[in-house]
């Protein structure tokens, strides 16, 4: 890899920044990504920020299966956001529709809909289980 | 003056963006608001009537997250009076204990999304951090942080053990000695105070006029709490108080949701108390017969209503809810009217409301210059916290 | 007598067509039909004359051949009037509570979008709960509709 390549990869492993979007969810998940930033566990050590466009973001966490009228802003937000881009699919309704698969409004996982990076399941998905997820995808990014 | 609607915004400016509010200001004031919803519609309703009644509990439980137990519990209630079976008492007891635990996680959660939406992040910090005791004891009583599964139809699935009560009272004096801090910071605390007060305030007769429910109408002087008027669980064994204020405004709404908690804790020391020993599950056969009941229940939002129609088989034919938000929506549309934009994010956190805020659009059209813009909600948050700095109000 | 046998006895006494259509299901909980012609002197003489002016909700019913809607009206003592009235699938209009209950609103845009019903007066507003795009004439909670029938294009 070149060295440019290999200091924007440290920069996104050191401080990926984060943006945060609710694809229908029952607010459960969102609330436990909440969660991981306050100072119990607090997200914040890892470097990782939490942003409000996806302008500047790295990845994005997703939570929620994907209801009709949510589908145009998440393929929206997900093409605003500069390559690379990674998605995390938090929660089991975000990785395959989970008890709302099948239901009329919703299309499914958030894959139906957009590439996923890393999945995260759990209902809901504890802080425990999203700062692991989100560290193992930071280990994987290492790697390349 | 035309009105020239043009899309600005966080997304894509040649695509249409489906704003969820609609806001028309005249220089800073807002004029008229209209809220398109509809996000978070699953189609719940239809799939429960495709699954059996014990599937629908855990389906049910995940209508939100934050108040799950509240779903559960008021349709296996309906569900329960269609069946004609009487709960055993400890059951009763288990549900309304973790039915408290669930007002004051929710509560400390508003308290902390409160703060959060007018600029006070050590307020937003110090509260969940307090909502990580209750979320612990979740995980230690029922298995689960969030969605706790613990009720059946004809009780709960699991016990509270000697040990378990014990730990949820330690808990409790903790927190309440938490919320004792938190009420200093509401009553005497000059700049939250200034910025709470004489916002989004709407009349007693007008919370009756839209139906408003839960803190929301209490604030207003309404005196209405499901526990107390329309008793389930074990509620009419327990003597609580039901908290009003007649301040009217989102500071009413929140020395509302902070008695609540002071009261919850009383609450659940009683139930712990009181348990009677006994089973804590009645058996119910598959098949309900045929009827229809209604259950309601005060969630931390409000009042939860669900309708329950039986055909006599295993799978309901018809199954209704009400969640308390709704029952708001009008009743902060009108609270909106006549307050700076900048208000706007603390009105509606005020209500406590169940869908999602953190990635909402506002579009926003201005009455003197006929522009329109879009704004997301953190957008709008930044703005209203910068605004009142402006005006000397900062945390 | 009881709260509910004096609530059944006030109907009767105003309304004999509701004789013997009144049940009590349980403590605080009343069920009863009626015809659709009567709703407004009804809900008028519930709200006025024995102070049931809260509206819980509105539940919308796929009868067969009827839709059935369900006024759920309460008051401060917690009894709950659940009354019920039903309109032909055909041609199924009814007029808007929301100049008694301005709350309604949103119940009554569910009773359209999920059920297909003509509520006459509703105020002008976006609709509720479906989304924009939502095929014309396909009915969620109608018994005969199945989620297949929004067919693989609006996926």
């Not at chain 1, 949510?70 to 929660?91: C, H, N, S, W």
């Not at chain 3, 109907?11 to 009144?22: A, M, Q, T």
Request: proline share 5%.
């Amino acid at each position: 890899m070149a060295v440019i390549e290999r200091i924007v990869n440290w920069a996104r492993i050191k401080s990926p920044w984060i943006i945060h979007f609710n694809s229908g969810a029952c607010n459960g998940c969102d609330i436990e990504i909440l969660a991981s930033l306050t100072p119990t566990f607090d997200l914040e050590r890892f470097g990782i920020l939490l942003k409000g466009t996806p302008r500047h973001a790295d990845v994005l966490m997703c939570s929620g299966p994907v209801t009709r009228q949510t589908k145009d802003r998440l393929i929206r937000i997900y093409e605003q956001m500069p390559e690379p881009k990674f998605v995390v699919a938090v929660g089991t309704c975000a990785c395959s529709g989970g008890v709302f698969d099948g239901c009329y409004n919703v299309c499914g996982g958030i894959d139906t809909v957009i590439p996923v990076s890393a999945y995260i399941p759990g209902c809901t998905a504890s802080p425990h289980a999203i700062i692991d997820g989100v560290v193992k995808l930071l280990g994987s990014l290492k790697k390349k | 003056m035309d009105r020239v609607v043009i899309p600005i915004g966080p997304q894509h400016p040649a695509l249409k963006e489906p704003e969820s509010f609609r806001v028309t200001l005249e220089g800073e004031k807002i004029k008229e608001v209209s809220l398109r919803l509809g996000y978070n519609h699953r189609g719940i309703e239809k799939a429960c009537e495709a699954r059996t009644y014990m599937q629908n509990i855990y389906l049910l439980e995940r209508v939100c997250g934050i108040c799950s137990h509240s779903h559960s519990t008021c349709y296996v209630q309906a569900v329960e009076d269609l069946a004609g079976v009487e709960v055993p008492k400890r059951a009763l007891y288990i549900r309304t204990i973790v039915g408290e635990l669930e007002r004051l996680h929710s509560h400390l959660l508003w308290l902390g999304v409160a703060g959060h939406e007018i600029g006070f992040d050590t307020l937003f910090m110090y509260s969940w951090r307090d909502r990580e005791i209750v979320m612990d004891l979740f995980a230690k009583i029922t298995g689960n942080r969030v969605n706790y599964g613990i009720n059946t139809i004809g009780g709960v699935r699991r016990d509270i053990s000697k040990e378990d009560q014990k730990e949820i009272l330690i808990a409790v004096d903790k927190l309440e000695e938490r919320t004792k801090y938190y009420i200093k910071v509401a009553t005497q605390e000059v700049t939250l105070i200034k910025r709470l007060s004489n916002v989004g305030k709407l009349s007693h007769a007008d919370i009756e006029s839209f139906g408003a429910v839960g803190p929301v109408a209490r604030a207003s002087g309404v005196d209405r709490d499901i526990r107390r008027d329309d008793p389930y669980a074990a509620y009419d064994e327990i003597s609580f108080k039901v908290i009003t204020d007649n301040n009217e405004d989102v500071y009413g709404r929140t020395l509302v949701r902070v008695g609540e908690l002071m009261e919850s804790y009383s609450i659940i020391r009683q139930a712990i108390k009181n348990m009677p020993d006994g089973p804590i599950t009645v058996k119910v056969p598959r098949k309900i017969p045929e009827g229809e009941s209604i259950s309601r229940y005060e969630a931390p939002r409000g009042e939860d209503v669900h309708y329950v129609k039986s055909n006599g088989s295993d799978i309901p034919e018809r199954v209704k809810l009400r969640a308390p938000t709704l029952a708001n929506i009008k009743a902060v549309l009108k609270m909106l009217e006549n307050y700076n934009l900048a208000d706007l994010p603390i009105i509606v956190a005020a209500i406590d409301p169940c869908f999602s805020c953190t990635d909402r659009a506002i579009s926003i059209t201005k009455l003197d210059t006929g522009r329109s813009e879009i704004m997301d909600w953190k957008s709008l948050r930044e703005y209203s916290i910068e605004w009142y700095k402006k005006r000397g109000i900062r945390f | 007598m009881n709260i509910e046998e004096e609530v059944q006895q006030e109907l009767i006494k105003s309304f004999n067509f509701l004789d013997g259509k009144i049940r009590i299901s349980r403590i605080r909980r009343i069920f009863f039909e009626m015809p659709v012609d009567k709703l407004e002197e009804v809900l008028e003489f519930l709200m006025d004359k024995i102070h049931f002016n809260i509206l819980c909700t509105i539940t919308g019913l796929d009868e067969g051949i009827t839709i059935g809607i369900l006024y759920h009206l309460t008051r401060k003592d917690g009894v709950i009037i659940n009354l019920k009235i039903s309109i032909p699938k055909d041609n199924p209009k009814i007029k808007t509570i929301t100049n008694y209950f301005p709350g309604a609103e949103y119940y009554e845009r569910e009773l359209v979008d999920l059920l297909g019903a003509e509520v006459e007066g509703l105020p002008e507003g976006p609709r509720y709960p479906l989304p924009d795009g939502w095929p014309e004439g396909q009915y969620p909670l109608r018994k005969d509709w199945k989620s297949d029938m929004l067919g693989k294009e609006s996926k």
